[in-house]
């Protein structure tokens, strides 16, 4: 009897994937930042189709799991937003509570963590940062660039470890 090997992962970030987030950048746009309005509007993010779409095709083919720098305290919100719309299922890792470490440095972890017991086969992240030092620790990636270039995200992303 022959053994199934288990699909491949898809790891999938979420904010600027499949979630526009350009409606709360503006209350991180200046000092001081308002964090908690920017989370608490999380709920509210449209859907990224392009984004969607492309996660959808994707599960067709491995086994989905979300990767996000949103806060652990976003769970049930992104749990909800994910549901409601209707993207495929999977596991959602959320950055720890307390750390503010570079999306980069939090996410290669999460990958090599994953790596441990499946066989990663995609990152998709719009995070260039993200992006770069996954493919240096030996990643394949997928660019996320349906949502354009925001100086914002990218600093909430690499310099302040929130998003």
């Known amino acids: 009897m022959s053994r199934v090997e288990p ?12 979630a526009d987030v350009r409606h ?7 000092r001081p930042k308002d964090w908690r309005s920017f989370f608490a509007a999380a709920a509210e993010d449209p859907l990224l189709e392009e984004g969607a779409e492309v996660v959808r095709r ?8 979300y990767l996000s720098g949103r806060p652990e305290g976003l769970r049930s919100v992104t749990e909800r937003w994910l549901a409601t719309h209707d993207l495929p299922q999977g596991p959602l890792r959320l950055r ?8 980069r440095e939090l996410k290669v972890e999460v990958l090599r963590e994953l790596a ?13 940062g993200v992006l ?7 990643f394949d990636v997928l660019p996320a660039t349906w949502m354009g270039e925001h100086p914002e995200l990218r600093a909430a992303q690499e310099r302040e470890g929130r998003t």
């Open 96 to 103: 720890p509570a307390r750390d503010f470490r570079p999306s």
């Open 24 to 30: 709360r950048l503006r209350h991180v746009a200046h």
């Open 116 to 128: 441990h017991d499946r066989t990663v086969g995609l990152l998709v992240d719009d995070d260039p």
């Open 58 to 65: 994707l599960a067709e083919g491995y086994d989905v799991v």
């Open 132 to 138: 770069e030092a996954a493919r240096a620790a030996g």
């Open 7 to 18: 699909r491949m992962l898809v790891v999938v970030d979420i904010d600027g994937v499949v």
